[in-house]
Nanobody, 119 residues
Framework: QVQLVESGGGLVQPGGSLRLSCAAS????????MSWYRQAPGKEREWVAY????????SYADSVKGRFTISRDNARNTVYLQMNNLKPEDTAVYYC????????????WGQGTQVTVSP
């Protein structure tokens, strides 16, 4: 069955960086685009970034464009989210997803990893 396991979250000061990882199993990883989503306390889950199966095309929410970079290693069945210049409003639980479309998630979610940006 599809399994997605996120890691790499933590507490960081504003302006800092983190790299999230999502290890995938149970499907042919190199055949699917992948996405990152996030959910802040009291808010709806929102799409953050998408990468095609080959990694040749990426797409970002306006709120993270220029600060976050999505990438993947198909040999390791892993998708990454490099987050730079973090802001307090980036505080959320971050999830990876094997989506139906660029901004259309599927029911395949990991457990999430907490990112907290605070002085």
């Amino acid at each position: 069955q599809v399994q997605l396991v996120e890691s790499g979250g933590g507490l960081v000061q504003p302006g800092g960086s983190l790299r999230l990882s999502c290890a995938a199993s149970g499907f042919t990883f190199s055949s699917y685009g992948m996405s990152w989503y996030r959910q802040a306390p009291g808010k709806e889950r929102e799409w953050v970034a998408y990468i095609t199966n080959t990694g040749s095309i990426t797409s970002y929410a306006d709120s993270v464009k220029g600060r976050f970079t999505i990438s993947r290693d198909n040999a390791r069945n892993t998708v990454y989210l490099q987050m730079n210049n973090l802001k307090p409003e980036d505080t959320a639980v971050y999830y990876c997803n094997r989506p139906r479309g660029v901004q259309t998630p599927s029911s395949f979610w990991g457990q999430g990893t907490q990112v907290t940006v605070s002085p």
